[in-house]
């Protein structure tokens, strides 16, 4: 469905700084509609975070659209998503890389996500249900890490999933504030850069 509001969020995102073509046409590509509950379908294609139950949201496309532009992917990456969600943010990533593993901890988010895959035909993206913050220990290492809820801290575990030049997105707690930060390893430590204030739901411990 590539109607006019689809056109205008793209050129939106683009006036907005997103600059890297091959996410704005994995947006382009992407039905953000099949992730969102009935009720709240119509509004699919404006730039705002929705609710898909269970006190939880699709993000916003321009937040998806910059986590991912961040991460710098190339189509021979593994990534880790903590947070599957509806599966969009997943969706978008598995049209860039080679793989995709994504977490989520709520159950039936977790099977509403797979159907959705299966209903889109991706391939790449495999799933767990689980407590992300434990990580994926049997498919370190990966390329890039991406967290879709905030944070306190990025775990040590979480660390050394990632690879030598390995890059982690994820929106961080600074008080009373969330920002959104990148961090690269290199050499063995860790560059951090701040990326911009944003709004996520919280990463929680444990499964529901
Ligand atoms: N990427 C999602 C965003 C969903 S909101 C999308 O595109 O729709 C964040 C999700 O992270 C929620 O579904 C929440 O349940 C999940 N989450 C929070 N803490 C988690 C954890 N520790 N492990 C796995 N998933 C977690």
Do not use: C
């Not at 707690?173 to 709004?199: A, C, F, H, M, W």
């Amino acid at each position: 469905m590539l109607d006019v509001r689809k056109i205008r969020l793209t050129l939106e995102l683009r006036e907005s700084g997103i600059f890297d073509s091959k996410v704005l046409s994995a947006i382009e590509k992407t039905p953000r509609e099949i992730f969102i509950p009935e009720n709240f379908r119509h509004q699919a294609y404006e730039n705002i975070a929705l609710p898909i139950g269970n006190n939880q949201t699709i993000s916003q496309p321009y937040i998806v659209a910059l986590m991912t532009q961040s991460l710098s992917l190339k189509h021979n990456h593994k990534v880790l998503e903590l947070g599957t969600g509806s599966g969009y943010q997943s969706s978008i990533l598995s049209l860039l890389v080679r793989r995709v593993y994504t977490i989520e901890r709520i159950k039936s988010l977790h099977v509403t996500a797979e159907n959705n895959f299966k209903k889109l035909k991706l391939t790449n993206i495999v799933t767990k249900y689980a407590d992300g913050n434990l990580g994926w220990t049997e498919q370190i290492p990966f390329d890039r890490i991406i967290y879709t809820a905030v944070t306190k801290t990025i775990s040590k575990n979480v660390f050394n999933h990632i690879k030598e030049n390995g890059i982690i997105v994820a929106p961080v707690l600074d008080g009373d504030r969330q920002i959104l930060k990148k961090y690269t390893k290199i050499d063995n430590s860790i560059k951090e850069e701040l990326i911009t204030d944003v709004k996520f739901v919280p990463n929680l411990s444990g499964t529901k």
